[in-house]
């Protein structure tokens, strides 16, 4: 979800304020639903009961949503922080309502015949006309003036072309793509691929949701919609068995390839509708439409999913429920705090800063998913970083256990500049009294961690190197190899 708003701040093309109290509506149910979802797979198996809490859950979204406006009134009536919460989504719905009523009383008093509002009402016994789109393809139209039929180019203010249209304008017309297409084999060698391997879908969605239909009945469109239902459902199915046996096949667990892969994908539908809202203002809606899927998900496709195979099969029991389940949903519950924190520091505004802060936070999610699972392999995650200690300064490289605290020094050579103390160190001392403690007991021994000249351990290990031990820059290392 980061990635999509994200791509929605960066990508509307103007700063966009969305109102607090709609957001912090999904926020709550979104975490509700992750709270759900942990606390029903601690004991790693759904039962039945607790598929229907979260279809119950997305019920009580759905009551709440058609009551909104009511809720919000209430609270604002309460006054207080409530009456803070919502005053700028009551001021907002106002608003709407006071523009609705304008457009109302214009298409009114267009109706008739307001010369001021609209077009005036043609005189009685005159001839009166509506003008239709000129169709060139239509049977006799004059091919030769569909030219000079065709509607002007839109003139300054009128309505800006889809995002969709654009992007898709911006990527053909761009020099890499264009010099691309210049080189004609390798463009229809690819085009011919591609047409091969759509084929097939293609021709199914034809035979399937037949155009020929759409002018014959006039409820097709209830057959196409249930039929693009299916075809969703049999295309996750297949991408989602494809996507299990490769990372079978890789030896990359399933979370990895759900947190990566299968989010990659689903997320592009989503990403793509919330920006076009964005960039006709719609900021709330853009933040509706990611938050309010991701409770659809949790709610309604895991709850009827388990649900069912509970009156199938019983109790839903899965590898996937076994394991580190708990880390990644604990993750993401931390994740969806951070975004509303986002908000609130952005004072409620989409901008490019935060759509970029959201996506390197998604990043580092992704880092976190890929550094505590195992890739390619069963045991257990190992990160080493190795340092190069005093890198740019030769003394400093040259003495390993030198410099890291130091006082005046010549910056050419690295030499003390401090004159030499008339008593003896700390340090010194220390070293003597163990070296005396060792010499009269022979289960004394001396670790350090890679600060053998700064503890006095040097001096130790000449005298007893069998009982000196150096075991790096690992101090919490140093205290159990000590027990």
């Known amino acids: 979800s980061m990635t999509i708003v994200g791509l929605t701040c960066i990508f509307a093309g103007q700063t966009l304020v969305i109102t607090k109290f709609p957001v912090l509506r999904d926020f709550s149910f979104y975490i509700l639903s992750i709270i759900l979802l942990f606390l029903f797979a601690l004991d790693e198996k759904i039962l039945w009961y607790e598929s229907l809490l979260l279809l119950l859950g997305y019920a009580s979204y759905v009551f709440w949503m058609t009551q909104n406006r009511k809720i919000a009134r209430a609270m604002h009536s309460r006054g207080g922080f409530l009456k803070t919460l919502t005053d700028d989504y009551i001021a907002d719905v106002e608003r709407r309502a006071k523009e609705a009523e304008e457009k109302e ?20 016994g005159g001839v009166g006309f509506t003008p239709t789109a000129y169709d060139a393809n239509a049977e006799g139209a004059d091919k030769s003036s569909a030219a000079s039929a065709a509607p002007a180019a839109s003139p300054a203010g009128s309505a800006k072309p889809s995002f969709i249209r654009t992007l898709s304008f911006t990527l053909r017309n761009s020099k890499s793509f264009v010099a691309f297409r210049k080189n004609t084999s390798a463009y229809k060698c690819i085009a011919k691929v591609q047409k091969a391997f759509s084929w097939p879908l293609t021709t199914a969605f034809k035979l399937s949701m037949p155009e020929s239909m759409r002018d014959k009945c006039k409820y097709w469109f209830m057959w196409n919609f249930g039929v693009s239902v299916a075809w969703i459902c049999i295309l996750i199915t297949c991408v989602l068995i494809f996507t299990t046996r490769v ?87 931390v994740y969806s705090c951070f975004l509303l924190i986002a908000f609130i520091v952005s004072r409620w505004r989409l901008t490019k800063k935060l759509g970029f802060s959201l996506i390197f936070l998604h990043m580092t999610f992704i880092a976190l998913t890929l550094l505590t699972n195992s890739i390619g392999g069963k045991q257990p995650v190992l990160l080493h970083i190795k340092t190069d200690k005093g890198k740019g300064y030769p003394p400093a490289e040259a003495a390993s256990d030198k410099y890291h605290g130091v006082p005046k020094f010549e910056v050419a050579t690295g030499k003390k500049l401090t004159a030499p103390a008339k008593t003896p160190s700390y340090t010194s001392v220390f070293a003597d009294s163990l070296i005396d403690l060792a010499a009269a007991d022979r289960s004394v021994v001396a670790i350090t961690a890679a600060m053998p000249g700064g503890t006095g351990v040097d001096k130790f290990g000449k005298r007893f190197p069998k009982r000196t031990f150096d075991v790096g820059i690992a101090e919490q290392h140093a205290v159990t190899f000590a027990a």
């Open 247 to 333: 990372g079978c096949i890789l030896n990359i667990p399933g979370i990895v390839m759900g947190t990566i892969v299968l989010s990659s994908g689903t997320s592009v539908p989503d990403s793509l509708s919330s920006i076009i809202v964005a960039r006709k203002g719609e900021g709330d809606m853009a933040i509706a439409n990611v938050l309010g899927s991701n409770i659809f998900n949790i709610f309604v496709c895991l709850g009827f999913s388990w649900m069912l195979w509970n009156i199938a099969e019983g109790p839903y029991e899965a590898n996937a429920l076994k394991g580190n389940l708990w880390f990644p949903i604990m993750i993401v519950l």
């Open 105 to 124: 009383a214009k298409k009114a008093a267009k109706e008739e015949g307001d010369a001021e509002a609209g077009e005036p009402k043609p005189k009685e």
